[in-house]
């Protein structure tokens, strides 16, 4: 193959995928276990060789013939396994899923069996914390892969929303040269949420009847603790009468800061939660409006194109715009792999 190819691991409702393909790639392969999420990608990357199924059931064997690929043919491999149990959200709140984080290492075994020339991971920097990580590095190290943990924030590649994420950067060849940082856009100003909800505005202008664009129903209550959130407020500006029982508990001022808090217009979004749409769950309300960001604003602030299709349930559809990688990172990060391998050291392995 002469163009550069891509298999997208934990593709979620394809953001990654999306942002790879605008960087240039052609992604040819994806595995994705959550039907919901397989459906939607397949609405947007039908070209792509999709895996419906748990990641543990698929040898790296037919993934490469199912793909006409031979081990060191593929240019990228881009995982973004499951973390919430990596999640700072997670610390004493939920049962840790060591079986869902053993699925970072279990990407390692695709990497040995197709060794691709570079290699993606993507998670949250609660990862960074976990003794798996630098195993990971280490394991490789001995494939024979220059390898490098990187912090990076979401808004500093264009996205609207503050988001911070772990990045291991992989290339073929130990002595491959990898950037001690990653540096985004250079932009004077981190894009806004006014700023992508207006352009959001002209395209169902162009486009309407979205039937994304449409915020969770709430019930008489919260509707009217919503109503009472002023503008770039939160929980802690609510009068009594609005006050949750477990927010007025001793201790209770500590838990949920961001619960019942408005999305500031004038600058980037919070991170985008699996329930970025619930007032209850984080700062989640529209700026002015007396509602929950709806869930096109919300794939929106991930930088999904505004014809971007989801598939499920309104929940399913909120859990996978939450879940997702940025499409803009994405492509940002497409893009320097792109300049990394493009062309590739003539002592790589």
């Not at 397949?42 to 793909?67: F, G, P, Q, Y």
């Not at 990407?107 to 691709?116: G, K, Q, V």
């Not at 195993?135 to 990187?150: E, M």
């Not at 009594?240 to 979004?269: F, M, W």
Request: glycine share 8%.
């Amino acid at each position: 193959m002469n163009t550069l190819t891509a298999v997208d691991l934990f593709a979620g409702a394809g953001g990654a995928t999306q942002g790879l393909k605008d960087a240039g790639f052609r992604v040819i392969g994806a595995v994705e276990n959550d039907a919901a999420a397989a459906r939607s990608y397949a609405l947007n990357h039908n070209e792509v060789e999709l895996w419906r199924e748990d990641i543990r059931r698929i040898t790296a064997r037919s993934m490469l013939d199912k793909l006409g690929l031979v081990p060191g043919q593929l240019t990228l491999l881009k995982a973004c396994p499951p973390c919430q149990g990596f999640s700072t959200l997670a610390e004493g709140r939920v049962t840790v899923n060591e079986a869902q984080n053993d699925l970072v290492m279990d990407t390692l075994r695709f990497i040995r069996a197709l060794r691709p020339n570079a290699v993606m991971l993507e998670n949250v920097p609660g990862l960074g914390r976990d003794a798996r990580s630098k195993l990971v590095v280490q394991a490789l190290a001995q494939a024979g892969y220059a390898a490098r943990q990187y912090k990076v924030n979401a808004v500093e590649f264009g996205v609207p929303q503050r988001r911070k994420r772990l990045i291991i950067l992989a290339l073929r060849g130990k002595r491959r040269k990898l950037p001690e940082v990653l540096l985004g856009k250079g932009l004077e100003r981190h894009k806004t949420v006014r700023s992508a909800f207006d352009e959001l505005a002209e395209a169902l202008k162009r486009n309407p009847g979205d039937p994304l664009n449409v915020s969770r129903v709430l019930s008489p209550a919260v509707a009217a603790r919503v109503e009472a959130v002023p503008v770039n407020g939160n929980r802690f500006d609510l009068p009594p009468e609005h006050q949750l029982d477990c927010h007025r508990r001793v201790g209770g001022g500590r838990n949920a800061t961001a619960s019942y808090g408005r999305i500031k217009a004038d600058h980037p979004a919070p991170t985008m939660t699996t329930r970025c749409t619930t007032p209850a769950c984080g700062s989640f309300i529209h700026p002015i409006e007396h509602r929950g960001i709806t869930l096109r604003e919300a794939a929106t602030i991930q930088t999904f194109p505004f014809d971007y299709r989801f598939s499920g349930s309104y929940g399913e559809i909120e859990r996978q715009i939450g879940n997702a990688v940025p499409v803009l990172m994405a492509t940002a990060l497409g893009v320097l792999v792109r300049r990394l391998v493009e062309p590739m050291d003539t002592q790589a392995s």
